[in-house]
């Protein structure tokens, strides 16, 4: 049973491509975030959203799109896609009533931009 | 602006010993931090955590300690097994905020 899903694993494109990153939890979580992975291997958050509806966004690109249809689903959506988007993306998903604040994260995806 | 610190990138541990991973932070706003494990490959998993409210929490082997004053924490892992070879994350985040920010992560390897 896994937790948090992420497809696809890996993902190589493209630049200019548009693509897209699906994210699923079957944890009943009400929170769901997507990460970035650098080179440098800094993790860093992107976006939350909270009940679907969005709650951080730091200051990412407007390429970045996440949607979420449902509370089990954050999509990520990349437009025009660029050498620097290049990294390893984490969704994650958190509920305040389970273990105060712990996240649980997918496998991720790693994205190659050529 | 790094808020969130850990200065060793790797430690190298034997077997039966003691491990400590060392983790800072600057922002003073801070109430909960957490420690993570990220074996390749996969995503973090969650360890440990602890609130600012206290100076220690224990699981099994894991031990947090917060030094609130010296904006310091540290994970003692007693005794180290091989499979406890990983990367370990700090993160700390504001209660309400859904905000978690990362250190750079420490790759520990225990030798056996």
Redesign the interface.
């Known amino acids: 049973d896994t937790a948090v899903s992420q497809t696809p694993k890996y993902l190589v494109t493209q630049m200019g491509n548009d693509k897209s990153i699906k994210c699923e939890q079957n944890l009943g979580h009400d929170t769901m975030y997507w990460y970035k992975q650098d080179s440098k291997k800094f993790l860093k958050i992107m976006f939350s959203y909270n009940n679907k509806e969005l709650i951080i966004n730091e200051t990412v690109p407007n390429r970045f799109s996440p949607k979420s249809p449902d509370k089990a689903h954050l999509n990520l959506h990349i437009n025009s896609l660029e050498l620097g988007d290049s990294a390893v993306y984490f969704c994650a998903s958190s509920a305040k009533l389970q273990r105060d604040w712990e996240q649980f994260f997918g496998p991720g995806t790693r994205l190659t931009v050529l | 602006d790094q808020q969130v610190k850990q200065n060793s990138p790797s430690l190298s541990v034997q077997e039966g010993r003691i491990s400590i991973l060392n983790c800072d932070y600057t922002n003073s706003m801070f109430d909960?931090f957490?420690w993570?494990k990220k074996y390749p490959?996969?995503?973090?998993?969650?360890l440990i955590?602890i609130?600012s409210i206290k100076d220690k929490n224990e699981d099994g082997r894991f031990t947090v300690f917060l030094n609130k004053s010296a904006k310091h924490l540290s994970l003692h892992i007693v005794p180290s097994q091989p499979g406890d070879s990983a990367?370990y994350?700090c993160a700390a985040?504001t209660?309400g905020?859904?905000?978690?920010?990362?250190g750079?992560?420490t790759r520990l390897k225990v030798l056996a």
């Not at chain 2, 490959?41 to 969650?46: M, V």
């Not at chain 2, 905020?97 to 990362?102: D, G, L, S, V």
């Open positions: 909960y957490l993570y490959a996969e995503g973090p998993t969650f955590s609130s990367v994350f985040t209660s905020t859904y905000k978690y920010i990362f750079t992560g």
